[in-house]
């Protein structure tokens, strides 16, 4: 019925889009004019020489032929699916969901695309952004993300930070852990080169609590191992162990009485641009190991 009413649109007359179609005209007819009565509007003006759509018509047709070409797009899309992708595919993120979330995701899209080349690249938060939007990177995977209009957003979450203990800390008990019990223990401190210090230290200050770190790092790996190595605590979102905690090595524990300010995590691509289908299979897949974090 939808190729009735574009092609009697297009042709101007029932017997040109019946013969168009391979559709006798008569049948083309019954279906307009059923339709017509179910809207109760008539959708074309009956011409001494043909037919014009009414603006009812009109507004009708226009919904048709949206719904066509998505059909039409769908349609490619699984005629695609019929062929494994192939290609590189690459993404840009921070050192601690490339070990975790990043490795996870990237084994087990190997494992069905293996004609598909991934590459892994760790960067600062402003360098996925500039990546993304240069096409130097196909994908963005970073914390705190500055919007932009050249960026769409496929995922996001506040993933706010929270203790990060060892499996067989005194904490570990402990459904969340108030934040002045954790300065009882060594502390491990991002350093001031990263966004999440600010996020940490003015959460301490803001309780009116001081403290000196016993470590300072950049490293997310240092973080986890020296967290991992004895009853010394670390300040990460349970995306940064998600490998570490199904190993159970590590734990992530909410703090319970001061909440962290926001630490969003977004999974990015450049807006407006041709996405191949690996592309589009690597952040499916990137989307599903993310969601199974959070579960």
């Known amino acids: ?9 297009r042709s101007g007359s029932i017997r040109a889009a019946g013969a168009k179609l391979h559709v006798a005209p008569s049948a083309v007819n019954r279906q307009i004019l059923l339709l017509e009565e179910e809207l109760g509007e008539p959708l074309f003006e009956r011409l001494p020489r043909g037919m014009r759509p009414t603006p009812a018509g009109e507004v009708l047709l226009a919904h048709v032929r949206r719904t066509m070409q998505g059909y039409r797009e769908a349609v490619a899309e699984i005629r695609d699916l019929q062929s494994l992708p192939s290609g590189e595919v690459v993404i840009a993120t921070m050192t601690g969901l490339a070990s975790s979330v990043v490795s996870a995701a990237t084994m087990s899209f190997h494992a069905r695309y293996p004609e598909v080349r991934i590459s892994i690249r760790v960067m600062s938060t402003q360098e996925i ?3 993304v939007a240069n096409s130097e990177a196909d994908l963005g995977l970073g914390f705190n993300v500055p919007s932009s209009g050249q960026l769409e957003i496929c995922w996001q979450m506040d993933t706010r930070l929270g203790a990060v203990i060892a499996a067989k800390h005194p904490l570990a008990r402990l459904e969340s ?3 002045a019990q954790c300065a009882s223990y060594p502390l491990i401190f991002a350093d001031r080169s990263m ?3 600010g996020i940490i230290a003015d959460t301490f200050a803001a309780a009116g609590i001081r403290v000196e770190p016993a470590f300072h790092t950049n490293s997310i790996e240092t973080m986890k191992r020296l967290a991992a190595a004895g009853e010394a605590i670390a300040f990460l979102s349970r995306f940064d162990i998600a490998e570490e905690r199904q190993s159970g090595s590590l734990a992530f524990r909410p703090v319970r009485d001061r909440a962290f300010s926001d630490n969003i995590l977004s999974l990015v691509r450049r807006e407006k641009h041709g996405h191949g289908l690996a592309g589009l299979l690597f952040a499916e897949e990137i989307m599903g ?7």
Do not use: F, G, K, N
């Not at 993310?290 to 579960?295: I, Q, R, Y």
């Open 1 to 9: 019925m939808l190729q009735y009413l574009d092609e009697v649109a």
């Open 129 to 131: 952004l500039r990546a």
């Open 177 to 179: 852990i108030p934040l």
């Open 195 to 197: 966004v999440i210090h």
């Open 289 to 295: 190991t993310l969601e199974s974090v959070v579960a």
